[in-house]
Nanobody, 115 residues
Framework: QVQLVESGGGLVQAGGSLTLSCANS????????MGWYRQAPGKLRELVAM???????SYADSVKGRFTISRANAENTVYLQMNSLKHEDTAVYFC?????????WGQGTQVTVSS
């Protein structure tokens, strides 16, 4: 059973910070990878950050140096620390988890950055 639940979105001023969290409320083994995607109005969903086995992290160029992804493996929970937020970071952020070839999504959480 996989049910990803995101939290931590909201409204913040440019230059501010937010931390997103995503936890699995179901019962399953450890995810192979977890990550965050975002989708702004009128745009395609894009990868923001991904962490594999809780060790190897990768980031979109647009967020490198500002966002940090981390994971609590035992709890199948992933976090996204977002600093120096910009107006263009405004989007719905989705949690994603990979488990042996299957991909799971959360319902999304809105992040709005006012300029």
């Amino acid at each position: 059973q996989v049910q990803l639940v995101e939290s931590g979105g909201g409204l913040v001023q440019a230059g501010g910070s937010l931390t997103l969290s995503c936890a699995n409320s179901g019962s399953i083994g450890s995810f192979n990878a977890m990550g965050w995607y975002r989708q702004a109005p009128g745009k395609l969903r894009e990868l923001v950050a991904m962490i594999i086995k809780g060790i190897n992290a990768s980031y979109a160029d647009s967020v490198k140096g500002r966002f940090t992804i981390s994971r609590a493996n035992a709890e199948n929970t992933v976090y996204l620390q977002m600093n120096s937020l910009k107006h263009e970071d405004t989007a719905v952020y989705f949690c994603n988890a990979i488990y042996w070839g299957s991909s799971y999504w959360g319902q999304g959480t809105q992040v709005t950055v006012s300029s």
